[in-house]
């Protein structure tokens, strides 16, 4: 992920740059922000964080950027620390966003060197406030929340002067009632019914395969669904029109990690249901992101996960996302058996990239193909292996010729992928493929058409 690779690279860089741009105020809307960002390389870049504090409803009014390798006790050096307090102070802005993660310890120190009731936001406590602001349903809101408290509750645990007696027992108490309030939300998560889970289960008992797709955002998991789903209609996980960095877009893009689509598709002739889950967000911690994967416990559920990965990406950052997914599965419960990798985006790779890429991921995760969504390369070879780890069965069964036997034949047009239909004179004799319970099913309706002997 780029924050290691940054910390990688500072131990070559070691020098301080510093820059400063005053943002001409668009609207007067908003609680005043100061951005600061650190990074090992220039430019630091600071489009992205600043569209998120807008997105949490902040006024950007100044940025402060520094090229220097992260210091342990308050991310920026000291020096860099005083002049930011003295820029809160001269600009009268209430709140801090740094593009980064802070430890506790950090953040106590830092909060120790700015003018007080300076609000310290680092990135993830931003994402997680946009998510609080647009949890829509219960189960967002409580998941929101239980994610605020584990960000919270380390924090909290370090806060407090340990020596003033007081304020230790006083902390205690705090600790305490935010690891109750944890236990609390975790089974009043787990209680809650989950319409989406209900419904796939119920479509399951209907014979369609499940397959879900997962992996992090912008991987290419929406294109993909898009191109295997039956009906290509518009729906909520299209792109923003306008997509190019608006605080749309990020709204967006941050909003949708919370919901899924479901679409109906037909792998090589099967009913198959799949479902488009979270994408991982880049630079969020594992935890926070199992917070909100509703629907990847919902994965363990599912006969498949097709875990997509940007091959474009450069291999020790897809190495990294490779190994934080499949580690995010297995937390879920999802076995190793069951995941499909496809590794997307070949398109913009040369031959030689594209083997460096399949040969790192194959190293991590089980059955990697290399695919390019948008050109459709390798598409079948997807699909087909999808297909090989499907739950099946083959069953040949024969019918008297008439009405009802054309019901049952469509019929199982429609559940499971048929590989012949022959008609005699007197009787059908139908050949298919697909869940046991199927062709369980399937042999029950047999029996009420009345079985023709197929000799
Ligand atoms: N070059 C190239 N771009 C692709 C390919 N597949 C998808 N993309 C692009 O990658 C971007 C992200 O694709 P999405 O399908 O939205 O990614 P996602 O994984 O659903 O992302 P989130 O919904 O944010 O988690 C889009 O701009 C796609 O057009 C591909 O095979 N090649
Ligand atoms: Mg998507």
Request: charged share 30%.
């Amino acid at each position: 992920m780029s924050r290691q690779t940054d910390q990688q690279s500072a131990q070559t860089t070691e020098h301080d740059a510093t820059t400063t741009k005053r943002e001409p105020s668009r609207t007067d809307d908003g609680i005043p922000a100061i951005i600061a960002k650190r990074s090992s390389e220039t430019p630091v870049e600071t489009e992205e964080i600043r569209a998120l504090a807008s997105a949490a409803g902040y006024r950007v009014i100044d940025e402060v950027t520094q090229v220097r390798r992260e210091d342990p006790g308050t991310h920026f050096g000291s020096g860099k620390v005083d002049s930011l307090s003295d820029r809160i102070e001269a600009t009268d802005a209430s709140v801090l966003v740094i593009d980064g993660g802070l430890t506790p310890s950090q953040t106590t120190n830092l909060r120790d060197c700015l003018p007080d009731e300076t609000e310290i936001f680092d990135r993830y406590r931003l994402v997680l406030s946009i998510f609080a602001a647009q949890a829509g349903t219960r189960r967002a809101q409580l998941q929101v929340e239980l994610a605020q408290l584990k960000y919270a509750l380390p924090r909290i645990e370090t806060e407090s002067d340990p020596q003033a007696m007081n304020i230790a027992l006083e902390k205690g108490t705090r600790v305490k009632g935010v690891r109750d309030r944890i236990a609390e939300l975790e089974s009043k998560l787990a209680d809650l019914p989950n319409p989406a889970a209900q419904y796939r289960s119920r479509r399951r008992e209907q014979g369609f395969d499940l397959v879900t797709v997962a992996g992090y955002t912008n991987a290419g998991k929406s294109t993909l669904l898009h191109r295997l789903a039956d009906d290509l209609s518009l729906d909520s996980t299209e792109r923003h029109p306008d997509e190019a960095n608006s605080v749309a877009a990020v709204e967006d893009r941050l909003f949708k990690t919370l919901q899924t689509t479901t679409r109906r598709a037909t792998l090589e002739g099967r009913p198959v249901l799949a479902t488009d889950t979270v994408g991982f967000v880049d630079d969020l911690p594992h935890w926070l992101v199992e917070s909100f994967s509703t629907t990847i416990s919902e994965a363990a559920a599912a006969d498949i996960v097709v875990l997509v990965a940007d091959a474009s990406d450069d291999v020790e950052t897809l190495r990294e996302k490779i190994r934080v997914s499949l580690s995010v599965f297995d937390a879920q419960g999802v076995e190793t058996q069951n995941v499909v990798t496809a590794l997307n985006k070949t398109d913009l790779l040369t031959d030689a990239e594209c083997e460096s890429r399949v040969a790192a991921a194959e190293s991590l995760a089980p059955r990697v193909v290399p695919v390019s969504v948008v050109e459709e390369t390798n598409l079948e070879t997807l699909v087909e292996v999808v297909c090989d780890r499907l739950p099946t069965a083959t069953e040949t069964v024969s019918m008297s010729t008439g009405d009802e036997a054309m019901s049952v034949v469509s019929w199982a047009y429609d559940h499971a992928r048929v590989e012949s239909v022959e008609y005699g004179a007197e009787t059908v004799t139908l050949t298919l493929q697909g869940r046991p319970e199927i062709l369980e099913r399937m042999r029950g309706k047999v029996e009420s058409v009345g079985e023709s002997d197929p000799g």
